[in-house]
């Protein structure tokens, strides 16, 4: 089989444009409601530990359902054109990506931390990002400084962690950082994280490994 090119094309976006980003910020809204719902409760109960308990099992329950509330279904739903008709589901994953250097800037760039969202696929020999304005491809002989980073103050630090690695190839690009954007519950968020790091830790140890066999 030949070796993998490393490629990165940059256009502007079709799908993940602004009118996308504000409408993801509205699922937050999912969340919110319960909680204002539950002060409301408090508010007409006599002073005890229920006006401790409820908000607290409210904030619980709802961050159980974080990922409902960045917009995750509705993200799946956006990505879908983008998967590749002979993708192989268990290795690939509808992710978000964010690049350092930032693609986006300014307003957009602080009320949403993903430049791009699409298909991160695991092939025989390179990983395959396609995008709705990011197109990615890289060989895992490429891929250094893998590591996996804690999603930050934004997800609660709770969410399931992002993969992180730059490229030996391309310098200039910067670095890449991929989070899960497939799941509903916390749970499930963290499991496929932690799947898709484990994923391409091995493809990339079996990259390294196969010269030598």
Known sequence: MPA???????KPPTIFTTGVVLSMSLYGLILVIP?????????????GALTFLVPLATI?????????????????RLVRPLRPQSAVHQNCYV???????????GLLALLEDADDIGCLCFTESALVFNGDSVRLTLPYDQIKDLRQRNAGWRA???????????VASLPEAGSFLFAERSS????TSRRNANVMYQRLCEKIQMAVLRPSG
Do not use: K, W
């Open 4 to 10: 993998a090119i490393p490629q990165l094309e940059v």
């Open 60 to 76: 619980a329950v709802t961050a159980f359902f974080l990922p409902v509330g960045f917009g995750n279904p509705y993200v799946a």
């Open 156 to 166: 609660l630090f709770a969410y399931g962690s992002q993969t992180a690695f730059s």
């Open 95 to 105: 992710v978000q990506l964010t690049r350092n250097p930032r693609n986006r800037s």
């Open 184 to 187: 509903c519950l916390l749970t």
């Open 35 to 47: 909680v204002f719902i539950s002060m409301m409760v408090v508010s007409v109960l006599h002073f």
